[in-house]
């Protein structure tokens, strides 16, 4: 066994998972394991001879290494090879030809050699990058080599000074085959797809060379494309299309990004310092990582992650920093450019977009060619598909600009591809959560700026539990179109956006699909779907068992590891009743806790993280109790879904765009084996005895119901006093719904929340449930019409399915 000594290279970090995967295959039977490296310097193969006893856990008595291009050592080391023992690697140099210089077919020779043997090759190429972050156009001469940064005083230099800017980076293994006629080509080929292999790695960590952002403007406005727009918007007339290039090259310097790698440095260098004090600690999905790594190799990367935080932008970026990826240019709104911030965000990334360009027909043009040029350059992108932050907790339905834009360049032939990569940040306490309360109650969201930087100095000494960053599943848009049979450069305009849509949906379904259940949201959903005031702690833990199960049932994503979630639980209430959010009573031995009425909707947000999982079971529920008979048929049942379906289309992202009866039988099917139901024939069946639980599980449905029955019962009053419409009704609902609950006509205060009122109000009248000008005078004047008779049916079925929920 190796003794661990401190050297040198302890100081760099080294994944798990190159780990692992060298000790893999270094200890596969069979197996001749041959490192790739592109140049031959000393300290890399010192570097690379570290990482594999590290790996492997002991040290290597003998490493041979052979140049490929040299004839002389590529003969030796075919002299030595069978002398070369299992678990015995060996280090093959690349070294670029020179100019006319023939190259031997070492790997060629080598394979049948090893084959004679029974024994496979496996290449493992490695890419040691000594400094991670881009590198400008022009390089100071002192450090310059024949490549980027090569020269051995350079390397040394960042191993003593900079450790953490130095990457090592491991490709696929691959096991080469060879045709036997031709073994000169084959073996030229195989070394132009090590150095193809090695080149992509490199790029995936520091991406191109970076301009700087007037000379990055300078090659947006000469865009061919670009120019032929700017043409056509100024009718030929060579003056006006000046002033529009002049307009552009404004628009620009508001818009684009300005990479400088010191800037990057201590902005880490902060966040370091920063995190701990803030957060317990990250929890990162390394599968989803190291697939990225790979698979960023091949097209540029669209980074989108769901959005709740002005945090989700460092911690995207921070965490792809220490993991050696490169950062993505980020797309913000331009309401974060203010000083101090946004100079320091423009540098580490982010490009600035106009919230609205409504009127401006060169904006889009400009935005357009500029994400071209970022596409061309093979530089990641990070947006957010929801397009603003989720003030309710809940996925919002996606905005495609942006991905209209990406999609237009594969559209037109300027990329081949691109990578779409589904990305979910979830929050142990979210650290905005208490100005989204004050919004939600209807006070005016504050505009950012410098006073409000500072204030977040605030956060420092306080513990918002961790951040958990998990990847949806990650998908090629090659490989997507081929699967639907779809060309994207045959699709009319209306076909265009309707795929862009599609994809829309795709990536924030995978993004709902991998969002963890954290302890505090799973706490929160079980208080607040429970139609009782309060619980005990053997009840909770008894909903926590059914809960987990269901989760693992439906592959359902858990924060903590089941053997510690009971302790997660445990430590999440009593962070609930130290913050006086739950309140806890001993009575009779017996521990209950039960929900502050004035904060239940700070656990509203968080119930709102993970109730997609429940919706469909939740409106099953519902439509059992309000059918209101003991036996039910299928099709009764299917009615009483499809309204609620239809009825919180735009509040929920559904997993499929129409209700499928399969969804219905999936949630009969999960009933019935909780002995909720049973089933003979086309009959279904419950008893008394399962109204409760099924109550329940309806609750999580509860203040949704509430808030659109709100609505309903703000029309009328409205309507009845005011001669002409107000133009914004949301104050008018939020004062009615306060009004509603003092009554006790309605019981859930987390009802009571601006947005479910917008979102209910516009989906209501959009949809022609209700037409809101035509409804109000009919309803001042009394008369029975068509429109009131609709508003009264819909206000009579909710308050059908709130009755029977509260039992």
């Known amino acids: 066994m190796r003794q661990k000594k401190k050297t040198i290279f302890s100081r760099l970090q080294i994944t798990d998972h190159v780990l692992?995967?060298?000790?893999?295959?270094?200890?596969?039977?069979?197996?001749?394991?041959?490192?790739?490296?592109?140049?031959?310097?000393?300290?890399?193969?010192?570097?690379?001879?570290?990482?594999?006893?590290?790996?492997?856990?002991?040290?290597?008595?003998?490493?041979?290494?052979?140049?490929?291009?040299?004839?002389?050592?590529?003969?030796?080391?075919?002299?030595?090879?069978?002398?070369?023992?299992?678990?015995?690697?060996?280090?093959?140099?690349?070294?670029?030809?020179?100019?006319?210089?023939?190259?031997?077919?070492?790997?060629?020779?080598?394979?049948?050699?090893?084959?004679?043997?029974?024994?496979?090759?496996?290449?493992?190429?490695?890419?040691?990058?000594?400094?991670?972050?881009?590198?400008?156009?022009t390089k100071h001469p002192l450090f310059a080599g024949k490549h980027r940064y090569h020269s051995e005083l350079y390397n040394r230099y960042m191993l003593l000074f900079r450790p953490k800017n130095i990457a090592f980076e491991i490709g696929t293994p691959y096991t080469p085959e060879f045709s036997s006629t031709d073994s000169k080509t084959g073996d030229q080929q195989l070394r132009s797809r090590l150095f193809r292999s090695l080149a992509r790695m490199e790029r995936a960590v520091t991406g191109p060379p970076m301009r700087s952002r007037a000379h990055v403007s300078q090659k947006v406005l000469k865009d061919r494309k670009f120019i032929k727009q700017v043409a056509i918007l100024s009718g030929g007339d060579e003056e006006k299309q000046a002033k529009l290039l002049k307009k552009a090259e404004k628009i620009l310097y508001e818009m684009a990004a300005d990479f400088k790698k010191s800037t990057v440095m201590k902005f880490r260098a902060v966040l370091d310092w920063a995190w701990p004090k803030i957060i317990e600690g990250f929890w990162i999905d390394r599968e989803g990582m190291e697939q990225y790594r790979i698979l960023s190799r091949k097209a540029p990367a669209l980074v989108m992650p769901c959005h709740r935080s002005h945090a989700d932008y460092l911690i995207v970026s921070y965490l792809f920093n220490l993991n050696n990826l490169?950062?993505?240019?980020?797309?913000?709104?331009?309401?974060?450019?203010?000083?101090?911030?946004?100079?320091?965000?423009?540098?580490?990334?982010?490009?600035?977009?106009?919230?609205?360009?409504?009127?401006?027909?060169l904006y889009p043009f400009v935005l357009e060619a500029y994400v071209r040029r970022i596409l061309k350059d093979k530089i990641p992108q990070e947006f957010f598909p929801e397009g603003?932050?989720?003030?309710?907790?809940?996925?919002?339905?996606?905005?495609?600009?942006?991905?209209?834009?990406?999609l237009t360049a594969v559209r037109n032939g300027d990329i081949k591809d691109l990578l779409f990569v589904p990305l979910s940040i979830v929050y142990g306490k979210l650290f905005e959560t208490g100005s989204y309360l004050h919004e939600a109650e209807g006070a005016v969201k504050k505009k950012e700026n410098a006073r409000s930087v500072l204030k977040t100095a605030r956060l420092l000494g306080k513990n918002f539990g961790k951040v958990y960053m998990n990847f949806g599943k990650m998908f090629m848009l090659s490989d997507y179109l081929l699967e639907q049979g779809i060309q994207l450069d045959q699709l009319n305009d209306k076909e265009f956006?309707?795929?862009?849509?599609?994809?829309?949906?795709?990536?924030?379904?995978?993004?709902?699909?991998?969002?963890?259940?954290?302890?505090?949201?799973?706490?929160?959903?079980?208080?607040?779907?429970?139609?009782?005031?309060?619980?005990?702690?053997?009840?909770?833990m008894m909903r926590l068992d059914y809960a987990l199960r269901f989760f693992k049932s439906r592959s359902v994503p858990v924060a903590e590891l089941s053997t510690a979630i009971d302790e997660a639980i445990l430590k999440v209430l009593n962070y609930l009743v130290k913050s006086e959010k739950i309140e806890e009573h001993t009575i009779d031995n017996q521990v209950i806790y039960h929900p502050v009425e004035s904060r239940r909707s700070y656990m509203e947000y968080y119930k709102n993280n993970i109730i997609n999982h429940f919706i469909d079971v939740s409106f099953v529920a519902s439509s059992i109790l309000k059918i209101?008979?003991?036996?039910?048929?299928?099709?009764?049942?299917?009615?009483?879904?499809?309204?609620?379906?239809?009825?919180?289309?735009?509040?929920?992202?559904?997993?499929?765009?129409?209700?499928?009866?399969?969804?219905?039988?999936?949630?009969?099917?999960?009933?019935?084996?909780?002995?909720?139901?049973?089933?003979?024939?086309?009959?279904?069946?419950?008893?008394?005895?399962?109204?409760?639980?099924?109550?329940?599980?309806?609750?999580?449905?509860?203040?949704?119901?509430?808030?659109?029955y709100t609505i309903l019962e703000s029309y009328y009053s409205i309507s009845r006093q005011n001669e002409t419409l107000p133009p914004n009704i949301l104050p008018s609902i939020l004062t009615r719904g306060k009004l509603l609950h003092t009554m006790g006509e309605i019981t859930r205060k987390e009802s009571i929340n601006k947005f479910y009122y917008q979102t209910g109000h516009q989906w209501m009248n959009r949809s022609g449930l209700v037409n809101w000008p035509a409804l109000a005078p009919e309803l001042r004047k009394g008369e029975r019409t068509e429109q009131t008779r609709r508003y009264s049916k819909l206000k009579d079925t909710l308050t059908a399915f709130i009755s029977v929920i509260r039992g």
């Open 326 to 361: 490169m950062l993505p240019f980020i797309a913000a709104g331009i309401n974060l450019s203010f000083w101090p911030m946004g100079p320091i965000f423009r540098r580490s990334g982010a490009y600035f977009i106009r919230r609205t360009f409504k009127g401006d027909k």
């Open 497 to 540: 956006r309707d795929f862009t849509n599609q994809m829309g949906y795709r990536v924030i379904r995978e993004i709902q699909k991998s969002t963890l259940v954290t302890p505090i949201a799973l706490v929160s959903i079980l208080f607040l779907s429970n139609v009782r005031r309060g619980m005990t702690r053997d009840g909770l």
């Open 628 to 708: 209101k008979k003991s036996s039910f048929t299928f099709d009764e049942l299917a009615t009483e879904y499809n309204f609620l379906h239809e009825l919180f289309q735009m509040e929920f992202v559904y997993e499929t765009d129409a209700p499928l009866p399969e969804n219905i039988h999936r949630e009969l099917s999960l009933l019935e084996e909780l002995g909720l139901l049973t089933r003979e024939g086309e009959k279904f069946s419950i008893d008394s005895k399962s109204s409760f639980v099924l109550r329940n599980i309806s609750g999580c449905i509860l203040s949704y119901l509430e808030a659109y």
């Open 388 to 406: 603003t932050r989720s003030r309710t907790g809940k996925l919002l339905h996606p905005k495609t600009g942006l991905m209209a834009i990406n």
């Open 20 to 137: 692992q995967l060298i000790s893999k295959n270094i200890k596969a039977p069979d197996s001749l394991v041959i490192f790739i490296l592109k140049y031959d310097s000393p300290l890399e193969k010192r570097f690379l001879q570290w990482v594999i006893e590290e790996s492997i856990g002991k040290n290597l008595q003998f490493f041979p290494s052979f140049t490929t291009t040299n004839a002389k050592d590529g003969e030796k080391a075919l002299l030595r090879a069978n002398d070369w023992k299992p678990e015995q690697p060996v280090l093959a140099i690349l070294q670029p030809q020179e100019p006319f210089q023939k190259t031997p077919p070492f790997f060629s020779r080598l394979l049948e050699l090893v084959k004679k043997k029974g024994k496979t090759i496996v290449l493992i190429p490695i890419c040691i990058i000594w400094n991670k972050y881009p590198m400008p156009i």
